[in-house]
């Protein structure tokens, strides 16, 4: 079946500017993750949304980072006015949680949204 | 203390070695492991969870060793496709029990 997909796979943007980038997890996941990856780094959290529950918002670096999600489906991160420290690969991630039996904690990532700050 | 620790390598070995990568976690709590592969500037990719009993896929071995908190991934007969970043994941536990975390990784390059 389809993955996860992301989009706009890269985006070039003016210091200053406000983007949105767009996650769609694989149909029947519950849970998306968004993470970002500087170049050479590890992954870093960012936020978490499960089912109706509150999102997970602890590793969000700032408050110019904001995500939505509609019910189960497609969720946007915003970054408003990007500074070029945002410079780096975002990655979405679904999985099934609350998982089932030894399935279901496993995340699977899209391609990432590739955001260089100009 | 970082959830999830392993050594950065980098590892490099020829073709058909044998290579282990080795990771500690710090939550006593969780309840599920897995490797996960990450190519040069792509997404990381499960490679395989991992089970109390340990596992094995193919070239690929993992061991789970709950009392020292530590887990293991062993790869066999190396081959050149093998070269990538090896991640050490583990769930949170309790309230983070949605939650994965990854360790930084440790990059393995196969040579002919």
């Not at chain 1, 029947?28 to 990856?37: C, D, K, N, P, V």
Request: proline share 5%; aromatic share 10%; net charge neutral.
């Amino acid at each position: 079946g389809a993955g996860v997909s992301q989009s706009p796979s890269n985006k070039v943007t003016e210091k200053g500017k406000d983007v949105e980038l767009r996650c769609d997890p694989i149909s029947g996941h519950t849970a998306l993750y968004w993470y970002r990856q500087r170049l050479g780094q590890g992954l870093e959290f960012l936020i978490y949304f499960q089912g109706n529950s509150a999102p997970d918002k602890s590793g969000l670096p700032s408050d110019r980072f904001s995500a939505e999600r509609t019910g189960e489906s497609v969720s946007t991160l915003t970054i408003q006015r990007t500074q070029q420290e945002d410079s780096a690969v975002y990655l979405c991630a679904s999985s099934l949680f609350p998982p089932t039996g030894l399935a279901g904690h496993e995340q699977y990532f899209g391609p990432g949204t590739r955001l260089t700050v100009t | 203390r970082k959830e999830v620790e392993q050594d950065p390598g980098p590892f490099n070995v020829p073709e058909g070695a044998t290579v282990a990568f080795n990771c500690t976690y710090s939550n006593s709590a969780s309840q599920s492991f897995f490797w996960y592969r990450q190519d040069c500037r792509k997404e990381p990719k499960l490679l395989m969870s991992v089970y109390s009993s340990g596992n094995e896929d193919g070239r690929f071995t993992a061991q789970l060793n709950r009392a020292s908190q530590y887990i293991s991934l062993l790869i066999r007969d190396s081959k050149l496709s093998d070269s990538a970043t090896y991640l050490c994941v583990v769930n949170g536990g309790g309230s983070t029990l949605g939650r994965l975390y990854f360790g930084r990784g440790t990059q393995l390059t196969v040579w002919p």
